[in-house]
T-cell receptor, first 112, second 113 residues
Framework: QKEVEQDPGPLSVPEGAIVSLNCTYS??????FMWYRQYSRKGPELLMYTYSSGNKEDGRFTAQVDKSSKYISLFIRDSQPSDSATYLC????????????FGQGTTLQVKP | DAGVTQSPTHLIKTRGQQVTLRCSPI?????VSWYQQVLGQGPQFIFQ???????GRGNFPDRFSARQFPNYSSELNVNALLLGDSALYLC????????????FGSGTRLTVV
């Protein structure tokens, strides 16, 4: 079993839709949770960073962490064609020597 | 401010050859991590260096090695290249413990033929 599971999709939605992206994890030691966006043939770009359960909002993006269920989500409101990319969840824990554990990534396409 | 810079952007090598990839972190960041990303997968951790010392190593063979220089830039070396080493190699920089997340470069795309 992988430490972090993420549905690879692809996920296709119309412009303006609310998008929900999810990851589950097995290691209860994870305390830091990140969402990255990666455009084709580019490096991942940090979108959201959280270190506790609950919600964090930044513009059209909301990150949600439920440590009791070992489940994290990223919501995108009013999705735009420019949001079309691969979204990667990543996790780490204190003293983890800088190692991020990534999900496989979910490919999102927002159609005009 | 310049982000994380990596060079070269693309590289084609023959099986059995050796390759060196380079990374310059964000100014003020003393930690550099290397990741391998195979097409369709999430990045896999290779190494982390902090203050020129190796702080973490992923599950990669000894053909992979790295080092960090006094200016905090870093090199990743891969010897005896295999076809399976073809991937996007990413460098990420952070403050010491990644408290504010990790910033990635655009990567070096390595193709082994």
């Amino acid at each position: 079993q992988k430490e972090v599971e993420q549905d690879p999709g692809p996920l296709s939605v119309p412009e303006g839709a609310i998008v929900s992206l999810n990851c589950t994890y097995s290691n209860s030691a994870f305390q830091y949770f990140m969402w990255y966006r990666q455009y084709s043939r580019k490096g991942p770009e940090l979108l959201m960073y959280t270190y506790s359960s609950g919600n964090k909002e930044d513009g059209r993006f909301t990150a949600q962490v439920d440590k009791s269920s070992k489940y994290i989500s990223l919501f995108i409101r009013d999705s735009q064609p420019s949001d079309s990319a691969t979204y990667l969840c990543a996790m780490s824990y204190p003293g983890n020597t800088g190692k991020l554990i990534f999900g496989q990534g979910t490919t999102l396409q927002v159609k005009p | 401010d310049a982000g994380v810079t990596q060079s070269p952007t693309h590289l084609i090598k023959t099986r059995g050859q050796q390759v060196t990839l380079r990374c310059s972190p964000i100014s003020g960041h003393k930690s550099v991590s290397w990741y391998q990303q195979v097409l369709g997968q999430g990045p896999q951790f290779i190494f982390q260096y902090y203050e020129k010392e190796e702080r973490g190593r992923g599950n990669f063979p000894d053909r992979f090695s790295a080092r960090q220089f006094p200016n905090y830039s870093s090199e990743l070396n891969v010897n005896a290249l295999l076809l399976g080493d073809s991937a996007l190699y990413l460098c990420a920089s952070s403050n010491r413990d990644g408290t504010y997340g990790y910033t990635f470069g655009s990567g070096t795309r390595l193709t082994v033929v």
